[in-house]
């Protein structure tokens, strides 16, 4: 609640703060507020010289999975990386939606893009990518995966879980 009131006053002394407004609707999503979330985050999307739009398309895209509306968000999500090609939360959940939807061509390409940039170390991209490629029955390649997480992230949940699909 504090939160919420120092962000709109600080909106209020500054419209065009949209550090704030994301802020503010980041606040509003993790309270399940998902129509005021929407809002500002529909606000924070007019604002032509922010430099984080693709954080604010990609929240969008949560909200709008949260609404049931996937093609909404594949079109966020989508934006997101046109805004920036390298933000790999983007391509890991492109790669999701696309696993729900059994297109596992897609769900690859989306996985190995997310593990390019700054994700590089987070082993969860690298344990989705496996386990589409056993989807796709490329088994070969899929123990080769789980075997390089094992390696690579060895003291995380995933080297565990890697073990388990191996087995």
């Known amino acids: 609640a504090s939160a919420i009131t120092e962000l709109k006053e600080s909106i209020s002394l500054d419209s065009k703060n949209s550090d704030a407004r994301n802020n ?25 010289i922010y430099k984080n739009q693709f954080r604010t398309y990609y929240n969008l895209a949560l909200v709008s999975i949260k609404e049931k509306k996937l093609n909404d968000a594949i079109a966020f999500l989508k934006k997101s990386i046109k805004e920036k090609d390298d933000y790999c939360p983007a391509h ?30 987070e082993p969860a991209p690298h344990f989705e990518y496996a386990k589409t490629l056993v989807h796709l029955q490329r088994y070969d390649e899929a123990i080769v995966k789980f075997e390089e997480i094992r390696e690579k992230f060895s003291k995380t949940r995933y080297a565990f879980l890697a073990l388990q699909e191996v087995k």
């Open 92 to 121: 890991f959940k492109l790669g999701e939606l696309a696993n729900d939807n059994y297109q596992y061509q897609d769900a690859l390409k989306y996985f190995k893009n997310a593990m390019m940039g700054e994700c590089t170390k």
């Open 24 to 48: 503010l609707a980041s606040v509003y999503y993790q309270t399940g507020k998902l129509a005021e979330a929407k809002r500002e985050y529909i606000e924070v999307s007019k604002d032509l």
